[in-house]
């Protein structure tokens, strides 16, 4: 990572930093509410990128079925005009998870409304898409380690939309003591329009979290 710092300096997404944390709770057995804010730093980690606060709740009727409403209000600076522009999400989650020995396979579909004050007469508003999440994920035998890759597709539900793209993540874990988990991820994400300038991402994310 840092020598991809000092090559490419001048990319605009080159290295960044997301400091999180988040509280949950359980109750009635099925049931689960929690929140979580996150701070991204970009470019160098110099810059905040955005601010963001996530409450949520989810429903598990069946041990492989769980329905989440979820909630974000984003506050997203704007560093060429110099402030923060609000963003509004409503995510409607349906998770399915079925377990096979070692492997875990899982499937979330999310239908996501996203409302913003940064409006545009080519924008109707709310923006509409449906998230289709396919993961897999295998425990190793007597290690504490884990694997993982995981592929999503976002699909417009609005016309003339230019929301369509796609995410890998190929990931490794290792879990100390279950209060501590170091994950390092591939992940690579390109958009699917048709019309313009096609990007991708490629990324390298190292991840460390503590939970008690």
Known sequence: MLSQASLFGQVINDFGTWWGAEVRKTFLKDFKTGVRIETRLNENSEFVKNFYISPYFKYSPLKWLTLGLNYRFDNRYQRAEKYFSQRHRVAFDLEFTYEIKR???????????????????SIEYPLAFNRNQVSLKYKWPNLPFSTMISGELWLPMVLNTDLSKFRLVVGQEYRLKEKHRFQLRFIFQTDL?????????????????FAF
Request: hydrophobic residues 25%.
């Open 103 to 121: 492997f875990e396979l899982g499937y979330r579909n999310r239908t996501q409304l996203q409302w913003e004050n940064e409006y545009s007469s």
């Open 193 to 209: 329009n048709s019309t313009g300038e096609i990007w991708r991402d490629y990324i390298i994310s190292t991840r460390y979290i």
